[in-house]
């Protein structure tokens, strides 16, 4: 029997060896890794389809948009339920929850063919996918001391990037064999593949406990919305969560109006615009942890890697403007790669100012808050394009949010706490 030895703070040690502990919290990593690069293969179907889907089925701008929005609306109501639940009843049973919920969505697609037959499918698969991030995040607290935080956050984010540079290569091919349905049973199948994985791995019993992890009764969610770094968290999300959504949904859709790319051809500017978000979801989180180790400072770090991020969005201002193809995509791919830094750095500020009890629940409220911007984003989007079908006001929103976001975020919450070096939390 593998027998565990209690440190000082309470967290177990398989066989009372520290080595057994970092590479239990990689294979964490690399599930959740897993688990959210389908779910964002799930969204990147629909954005990479709507030309076809646009024009068999005979949509208009705005009834993307209202499509779109479904989904959306869907992740707000549950991403603040989804946070609640992985709080109450673990990481790994909620996750399993949502996995399931969001894989039947998934499916579901294959077996609609009307506007209202495909918002009401997005609205369900939004309700399930709203659970992965609480429990992402969730995961870091659960398995990485905080100067490792970011960076693993940095790289189960980068599930979506890898997603999103697989999707353009895998989907087409799905398409052209066996038409538009069989690439929503794809997606919904890998999610089924993934969730027997999951159930699989022991990860309540390898997980160290602490102190601060014992039962406790839940806060309400009214106590959590009176304090500010709950404000900070969500008012930064609600701006820049809605940028994201923007190039998930109407990315390829800008590449085949702008540059008349086909479904096969803009394969490429989007797996080159995706390898940069991965490498910038990585990079901004290994950035913020070489600024925290450099100045000893939280507060430092986190905030001068999510201004670095800040500053590379800003020339997608004027993508739109751009004649060449490859130079609209450099300065889309360098946005991107900016988002993701700033998405590793700002999902890992819950961490920083709550307690683990609490973490999945802010989370999950600053996910509501970002995807009722999503909501907003796609109805805006929807109805200009169909007014004016140019994409420049929309872009200039793009590259200038993340430095009113940092402003705001810096106002709410001066100073993040300091939290302990993972050497003190081993000793």
């Known amino acids: 029997m593998t027998a565990r030895h209690e440190t000082q703070n309470g967290s177990t040690l398989l066989d009372g060896r520290r080595t057994e502990w970092p590479r239990v919290r990689w294979v964490v990593c690399a599930l959740v890794f897993a688990a959210t690069t ?14 076809i889907l646009q024009h068999v089925l005979k949509w208009s701008e705005a009834q993307y948009g209202y499509i779109i929005m479904s989904f959306q609306i869907a992740y707000a109501i549950g991403y603040v339920t989804s946070g609640r639940m992985m709080d109450a009843i673990g990481t790994r049973l909620g996750y399993a929850v949502s996995v399931t919920i969001w894989s039947i969505a998934s499916c579901m697609h294959a077996l609609v063919g009307t506007v209202s037959g495909f918002a009401l499918a997005r609205f369900l698969l939004g309700l399930g996918e709203s659970g992965n991030f609480p429990a992402a995040v969730k995961s870091t607290v659960d398995y990485f001391p905080a100067e490792e935080r970011a960076l693993a956050t940095g790289l189960l984010n980068s599930g ?18 066996w038409g538009w349905h069989a690439a929503f049973l794809t997606t919904g199948l890998l999610g089924f593949l993934w969730l027997a994985v999951w159930m699989a791995f022991p990860y309540d019993r390898l997980r160290p406990q602490t102190p601060e992890e014992q039962p406790t009764e839940q806060e309400s969610i009214w106590l959590l919305l009176g304090e500010r770094n709950t404000w900070s968290f969500s008012v930064a999300k609600f701006l820049t969560d809605t940028i994201w959504w ?10 085949a109006s702008r540059f008349g790319l086909t479904i096969g051809e803009m394969a490429l500017p989007l797996t080159v615009v995706y390898l940069a978000a991965s490498a910038g979801s990585i990079g901004g989180g290994a950035l913020a942890g070489l600024l925290i180790r450099l100045r000893d400072s939280v507060n430092f770090g986190r905030k001068m890697a999510m201004l ?29 790669g900016a988002h993701q830094g700033w998405s590793a750095n700002l999902f890992t500020t819950p961490a920083d100012m709550f307690s683990a009890h609490r973490v999945a629940t802010v989370v999950g409220i600053g996910g509501t808050a ?5 909501v907003l984003l796609a109805w805006i989007a929807g109805q200009v394009l169909q007014q004016t079908h140019d994409y420049k006001w929309l872009f200039a929103i793009c590259g200038l949010v993340y430095l009113f976001s940092l402003l705001c975020f810096q106002l709410l919450t001066p100073r993040l706490p300091n939290a302990p070096k993972h050497s003190e939390q081993l000793e």
């Open 38 to 51: 389908i779910n964002y293969m799930d969204r990147e179907v629909m954005g990479l389809l709507a030309p």
């Open 160 to 177: 979506m990037n890898v997603a999103v540079q697989i999707t353009p290569l895998c989907i087409p091919w799905v398409v052209l064999r």
């Open 246 to 255: 923007f190039y998930l949904y109407w990315l390829p859709k800008f590449f």
């Open 308 to 336: 670095v991020c800040a500053i590379c969005a800003v020339p997608v201002a004027f993508a739109s403007a751009i004649p060449h193809l490859w130079w609209a995509t450099a300065v889309i791919a360098l946005a991107a």
């Open 370 to 374: 970002g995807a009722i911007g999503g």
